[in-house]
């Protein structure tokens, strides 16, 4: 049983280091640039965004374990496929805090949303057809990194 989720739990910490690492370049960066930029009208208060990026960090760690534990003993080369692509879709995921907050390049950071929805929606397509209930966990981060271009459009055409 313990062996069994070995996986989840390594998917998880691996899943939330990256949150951790992508809060701390949030975190060094937001006090002075990021408040002095005009914003949208319904952008967040600057509390929302942790919750809400750990809630959907943990989300998508269950949608690929799911379909990586469904799969692996059946299609092992396509589970380790799907990790693969599920890890470099977190590696662009993290990158937009270094774009964005590190190196104020509003617009590259747009461009990097706008890779990483089409990695969530490529990696929602494989979940469907192995485990539906993985593909409705990743539903919220789609929806949010969508509102997440919107904030980031904002900020690129208001500033």
Not at 46 to 56: C, G, H, S
Not at 57 to 74: E, N, P, Q, R, T
Not at 122 to 150: D, E, N
Request: charged content about 15%; glycine content about 2%; hydrophobic content about 55%.
């Amino acid at each position: 049983m313990i062996k069994r989720y070995r996986s989840l739990f390594i998917i998880i910490f691996i899943t939330l280091c990256c949150s951790y690492a992508s809060g701390l370049v949030t975190r060094n960066n937001t006090e002075i640039w990021y408040t002095s930029l005009v914003k949208s009208s319904i952008s967040p208060p600057d509390w929302v965004f942790a919750p809400v990026w750990i809630t959907l960090y943990v989300l998508m760690s269950f949608a690929v374990w799911g379909v990586y534990d469904k799969i692996k003993y059946i299609k092992p080369e396509k589970a380790n496929h799907i990790i693969k692509l599920y890890y470099s879709h977190l590696l662009i995921n993290i990158s937009w805090p270094i774009i964005f907050f590190e190196f104020q390049l509003i617009s590259l950071g747009l461009l990097n949303i706008i890779v990483l929805l089409f990695f969530i929606f490529y990696l929602m397509k494989l979940y469907i057809k192995v485990l539906f209930r993985s593909f409705i966990l990743m539903v919220p981060y789609f929806l949010w990194v969508c509102f997440a271009g919107y904030l980031n459009f904002e900020i690129f055409r208001l500033n």
